[in-house]
């Protein structure tokens, strides 16, 4: 049963950053497509960034994410927050074979964690 769990998230102000953490139970994440994706109410689900199998990290403006092979854990490290980057984070699994670019569109994804939320307020 494949099972992953995120954490990390909170009340910030803006300007500062977070760190969001994605562990996983029944899958290898260095062996799949790593998503991230936001949601918030009333919008639609949105890419944030996406790491590619074999890839240990990856950088997208204010937003990075690498992984953590030993402890099977991906991180999302948010810098700079700001007041609309407010959602529920999600990770999301494609496992794969090879390697290739990972997808950024969320119904690729085959296994979604729960959610942690991120909340920016003065």
């Known amino acids: 049963q494949v099972q992953l769990v995120e954490s990390g998230g909170g009340l910030v102000q803006p300007g500062e950053s977070l760190r969001l953490s994605c562990t996983a139970s029944?899958?290898?994440?260095?062996?799949?497509?790593i998503g991230w994706f936001r949601q918030a109410p009333g919008k639609e689900r949105e890419g944030v960034l996406c790491?590619?199998?074999g890839i240990s990290s990856t950088v997208k403006g204010r937003f990075s994410s690498s992984k953590d092979v030993k402890k099977n854990a991906v991180y999302l490290q948010m810098n700079d927050l700001k007041l609309e980057d407010p959602a529920r984070y999600y990770c999301?699994?494609?496992?794969?074979?090879?390697?290739?670019?990972?997808?950024?569109?969320?119904?690729?994804?085959?296994?979604w964690g729960v959610g942690t939320q991120v909340t920016v307020s003065a």
């Open positions: 790491i590619s199998r």
């Open positions: 029944g899958v290898t994440l260095d062996a799949a497509h």
């Open positions: 999301a699994a494609k496992p794969v074979s090879y390697v290739s670019a990972c997808p950024t569109t969320a119904r690729d994804y085959d296994y």
